[in-house]
């Protein structure tokens, strides 16, 4: 702590550090931007909401410099072509007339206020709130204006006001520096900056716009044919320089699953680390993938190579990241805004730290706070019971509270179960109600109809990823009651979930509310039992997930046609009730949870046997 203190201290006094090594700032999902949409009509706000902007960029150039921003996407609200938003600024328009202009003022604005910050050179990629924001329904006017929700940004973000060139025109090697000829040639981009080089990538891929292609609509996240064998030949090129020392590369979505998400839509990269984008990267060793998209920081090593990924968050000056880079080194920290102050104070703390030293044979990587490496086989989310703490005193991110307590349907919650997995303190769930008693050793939670338990941080289900549980519940209820709850916490779906229920005392998963696989035994006998939920492998059947109790592989029933699963990535965990989730939920026939819950676990990987066994056996 003294260490990241006087850290802290040197570099907020002075933005100096060793003369061959040179700084940029990192700033994903800005978020800010969607103001400068009204600078011709000028409301009362808006000049000071621009001054705040430019006062807190000033204060950043002063007290962390930086030659550059890169910003993986996400600047604006980007809703341009809805039929409100075009009434109210620009009537008569069509929705393609609306994008463009509301584009031009948005962007305009944003890089004259960053310009008057100090920061003149703004390498972006497009985000999905730059396309319009996620999903594109085909057919929809959204789907329509992707070309040009794409040419608004690229006419001030890419290209010389004077002259209408591309701003970023130099090859690299025997490469193109952008994809000409492909719909991305003015948002995909490679640009040579001292001994780096960064290639921005527009991920946003569309074939129709009444076609769906993937669980967004007319729109999914890919790279694919002359868009790729351009990013192909961008890196070979650049490995064949010896004055390029590191390459990165940026985009909006994250690659490799699971990572932290607060209040987003959760999209990732299609086929992740399988991807033949993710591929190339490694081929070529990139040394990081920057992306935003979730609105948190988490930072992954690639399983078969040293590159990292580096999702990070930025929303509203809230969060950013320096980034110092020499021949070898490349330094990265993280910066969060002191709780109850403002940005344009330039009131920061240091939050985290990551090391690359590519000066040995290996490369060295070692990340410390909100930058430590997640490692993904591990178990991200654990309550023990051992103690309950204030939620004033370990404030959440995105999380509003009044007076240090938060209201979590209907209760008031004023304190904390720390998170002691892998996804860290902002995955602490706040809770009300739940006593401390006796539990399978140390103390266990005791729940009861008005108890309360749930995470406001994201995560981590998605799509068709494979997800286990694992817990130890002692009660003598005949009911059908919710143990762990993953319903959305957005629109009406009563689908795409993967819940735990004790029906009439055996467990029970639940992926939709008329289909549900039942384990053969029941445990509703008052004494303590382990229970261990397991998907066997991404996308299984509901059938095929493995249901343990007391250490041991169960025989279970299925109610409802068998599906493959998959989920929705707008949840929120709550334990003992429904918490969270949407309204729409509370329809489906299952009570709070009455008894008692110890160890809680959720690993985002299927569990074996043996690890099972030794749970129930080690008491965790």
Request: with cysteine; charged share 20%; aromatic share 10%.
């Amino acid at each position: 702590m003294r260490y990241f203190l006087a850290l802290a201290i040197v570099l907020v006094t002075s933005p100096l550090y060793a003369e061959d090594t040179w700084r940029f700032l990192l700033l994903a999902d800005w978020h800010s931007a969607e103001k400068y949409t009204q600078s011709e009509k000028n409301p009362d706000w808006f000049d000071d909401a621009v001054a705040k902007d430019v006062a807190t960029l000033k204060i950043l150039k002063a007290n962390y410099g930086g030659e550059l921003v890169l910003m993986p996407g996400d600047s604006n609200s980007g809703h341009w072509e809805r039929p409100a938003f075009i009434k109210q600024n620009n009537p008569g328009a069509t929705p393609e007339e609306a994008v463009l202009k509301a584009g031009k003022l948005c962007y305009s604005g944003m890089i004259g206020s960053f310009k008057k910050g100090g920061y003149s050179k703004l390498l972006m990629a497009v985000g999905d709130h730059e396309m319009g924001d996620n999903p594109w329904p085909a057919g929809s006017a959204k789907s329509r204006c992707q070309p040009q929700f794409r040419k608004a940004f690229a006419n001030q973000f890419n290209t010389n006001s004077e002259d209408g060139r591309f701003l970023y025109e130099t090859p690299i090697g025997d490469a193109t520096s952008r994809p000409i000829g492909t719909p991305y040639e003015a948002t995909s981009y490679a640009y040579r900056h001292k001994n780096a080089l960064f290639v921005t990538i527009d991920a946003f891929h569309q074939e129709n716009p009444g076609k769906v292609i993937g669980s967004q609509g007319s729109v999914t996240g890919t790279i694919t044919g002359k868009h790729l064998q351009w990013l192909e030949n961008v890196l070979s090129e650049a490995r064949k320089n010896s004055d390029i020392d590191h390459i990165f590369v940026q985009s909006h979505l994250p690659v490799i699953y699971p990572v932290r998400k607060v209040n987003s839509s959760g999209m990732m990269m299609d086929d992740g680390i399988n991807s033949s984008f993710w591929k190339t990267l490694r081929k070529h060793k990139v040394d990081i993938y920057f992306a935003g998209e979730v609105h948190a920081n988490t930072v992954t090593q690639d399983q078969d190579s040293s590159m990292i990924q580096l999702v990070s968050r930025g929303n509203f000056f809230n969060n950013f990241q320096t980034l110092d880079v020499s021949d070898d080194r490349i330094e990265v920290t993280c910066f969060g805004q002191q709780p109850g102050t403002e940005t344009s104070e330039g009131k920061y703390s240091i939050t985290g730290k990551l090391l690359i030293d590519k000066s040995g044979k290996e490369t060295q990587i070692e990340g410390t706070g909100e930058l430590a490496l997640l490692d993904v086989n591990g178990r991200h989310f654990y309550y023990n019971f051992e103690g309950d703490a204030a939620l004033a005193d370990n404030p959440i991110m995105g999380l509003s509270t009044t007076k240090g307590n938060a209201n979590l349907r209907g209760r008031i919650c004023s304190r904390i179960f720390p998170n002691l997995g892998t996804f860290g303190p902002h995955y602490a769930a706040i809770t009300a109600n739940v006593d401390l008693v006796e539990g399978v050793q140390g103390k266990a939670g005791k729940f009861t109809k008005e108890s309360r338990m749930g995470v406001f941080a994201m995560g981590p289900l998605y799509g068709k990823q494979a997800v286990s549980y694992s817990l130890w519940v002692r009660s003598k209820s005949k009911k059908n009651q919710m143990l762990i709850n993953t319903g959305s916490i957005w629109g009406k779906d009563r689908k795409g979930f993967f819940n735990l229920h004790l029906n009439n005392g055996a467990p029970e998963v639940m992926v939709s509310e008329k289909r549900c696989l039942t384990s053969k035994s029941k445990i509703n006998d008052g004494e303590w039992h382990h229970i261990a939920v397991s998907m066997p492998s991404d996308g299984c059947l509901l059938s095929e997930v493995q249901i343990y109790v007391d250490g041991k592989l169960t025989g279970t029933s299925l109610t409802g046609q068998d599906l493959r699963l998959h989920f929705n990535q707008a949840v929120r965990m709550g334990f003992g009730g429904l918490n969270y989730s949407s309204k729409a939920h509370d329809r489906i026939e299952v009570e709070p949870f009455v008894g008692s819950l110890d160890e809680i676990a959720i690993w985002t990987r299927p569990l074996r046997d043996a690890e099972v066994a030794s749970l129930f056996k080690s008491g965790e």
